[in-house]
């Protein structure tokens, strides 16, 4: 006998290599809808050392945030067997992800996913067109803190995806450790970016596209920005040159005379701001617009349908 879901609670987390994200929601209209957002700076990317190992101090940084998630959970009256955890390219590379997620295990009740970059690539596309209108072949490009997704779909159809080592946090390590930022910083940013890129680069300009939707936090934090100066939210290479200029004009690293940064997306702006302007001029983006969703509302989509269906049983 099927029975209603309705006004049953459900969460996606997701633990990103530069964020970590819970989004509780309910089944309205066969749709989630969301009811809750937490979110926190983890930064587990800066914490990886020499050996491939995440440090204690970020290591705890990360279960504490998970702690702070299942209080949450608790708050909000969320059922531990209604939760997925997905993690994403810091847990798919350090040394002891393992450890990290065993430990997490008691704290959340349910186990970490560690998910494949194609995997993550999948439930982006999914996230964005679950909450993004528009038509026609569009490329997503999501930039994360030690990994940057592309994807070429047609409506609900994935045409082309991959997953590559560029990403934020650790672009910062690479490139942006030494103040105050220089343009060769941004080149050697470029270099890197156009080298990760190799063979994907001529796929996907022989795909082609229509529109260009961005879904990361490095594309947050620019329409954030322009929002706050009251300006259009269409990210161009002439707004993201403006904004490089800005950045090196900067005598402080904390970024503080950018006017609309929030001080929290501060320490990644230059690093998102150089591969948005590598990936503007190897792939002839001519323009960008901040995606509705990305991996969180695709697990969240994931989440609502697995539920429907044992609902239903």
Same mark, same amino acid.
């Given at each position: 006998?099927?029975?209603?879901?309705?006004?049953?609670?459900?969460?996606?987390?997701?633990?990103?290599?530069?964020?970590?994200?819970?989004?509780?929601?309910?089944?309205?209209?066969?749709?989630?809808?969301?009811? =809750?957002?937490?979110?926190?700076?983890?930064?587990?990317?800066?914490?990886?050392?020499?050996?491939?190992?995440?440090?204690?101090?970020?290591?705890?940084?990360?279960?504490?945030?998970?702690?702070?998630?299942?209080? /949450?959970?608790?708050?909000?009256?969320?059922?531990?067997?209604?939760?997925?955890?997905?993690?994403?390219?810091?847990?798919?590379?350090?040394?002891?992800?393992?450890?990290?997620?065993?430990?997490?295990?008691?704290?959340?009740?349910?186990?970490?996913?560690?998910?494949?970059?194609?995997?993550?690539?999948?439930?982006?596309?999914?996230? /964005?067109?679950?909450?993004?209108?528009?038509?026609?072949?569009?490329?997503?490009?999501?930039?994360?803190?030690?990994?940057?997704?592309?994807?070429?779909?047609?409506?609900?159809?994935?045409?082309?995806?991959?997953?590559?080592?560029?990403?934020?946090?650790?672009?910062?390590?690479?490139?942006?450790?030494?103040?105050?930022?220089?343009?060769?910083?941004?080149?050697? =940013?470029?270099?890197?970016?156009?080298?990760?890129?190799?063979?994907?680069? =001529?796929?996907?300009?022989?795909?082609?596209? @229509?529109?260009?939707?961005?879904?990361?936090?490095?594309?947050?934090?620019?329409?954030?920005?322009?929002?706050?100066?009251?300006?259009?939210?269409?990210?161009?290479?002439?707004?993201? /040159?403006?904004?490089?200029?800005?950045?090196?004009?900067?005598?402080?690293?904390?970024?503080?005379?950018?006017?609309?940064? @929030? @001080?929290?997306?501060?320490?990644?702006?230059?690093?998102?701001?150089?591969?948005?302007?590598?990936?503007?001029?190897?792939?002839?983006?001519?323009?960008?617009?901040?995606?509705?969703?990305?991996?969180?509302?695709?697990?969240?989509?994931?989440?609502?349908?697995?539920?429907?269906?044992?609902?239903?049983?």
């Amino acid at each position: 006998m099927k029975r209603s879901n309705s006004g049953l609670l459900y969460a996606a987390i997701t633990l990103g290599s530069n964020s970590f994200n819970m989004l509780v929601a309910k089944t309205v209209a066969g749709t989630p809808k969301v009811v =809750a957002k937490y979110k926190r700076k983890v930064r587990l990317a800066e914490g990886i050392g020499p050996d491939g190992t995440l440090n204690q101090t970020v290591f705890k940084r990360g279960l504490d945030c998970l702690t702070m998630f299942s209080s /949450m959970l608790d708050k909000e009256g969320v059922n531990r067997d209604n939760i997925a955890v997905i993690a994403t390219a810091t847990l798919r590379s350090i040394n002891n992800s393992e450890a990290f997620c065993d430990a997490a295990l008691p704290i959340l009740g349910q186990p970490i996913e560690v998910i494949s970059g194609l995997r993550e690539a999948e439930l982006i596309y999914q996230g /964005m067109v679950a909450t993004t209108c528009g038509e026609g072949r569009r490329l997503v490009i999501d930039i994360g803190g030690a990994s940057t997704e592309f994807i070429i779909g047609d409506g609900n159809k994935v045409l082309l995806k991959t997953s590559l080592d560029i990403g934020c946090v650790t672009f910062n390590d690479k490139f942006f450790n030494s103040f105050p930022f220089q343009q060769l910083d941004f080149d050697a =940013a470029q270099n890197y970016v156009e080298s990760a890129l190799g063979g994907y680069r =001529a796929q996907l300009l022989d795909y082609g596209w @229509h529109c260009v939707v961005g879904a990361s936090g490095a594309v947050q934090s620019v329409v954030e920005l322009l929002n706050a100066r009251g300006v259009s939210e269409t990210i161009t290479s002439a707004v993201l /040159m403006q904004l490089r200029d800005e950045v090196l004009a900067q005598a402080d690293v904390s970024m503080r005379d950018v006017f609309g940064l @929030h @001080h929290e997306r501060a320490p990644t702006f230059a690093a998102g701001i150089a591969i948005l302007l590598s990936l503007f001029n190897l792939l002839q983006i001519q323009s960008l617009n901040l995606s509705g969703g990305a991996l969180r509302e695709g697990v969240l989509q994931l989440l609502a349908e697995r539920i429907s269906q044992v609902e239903s049983v």
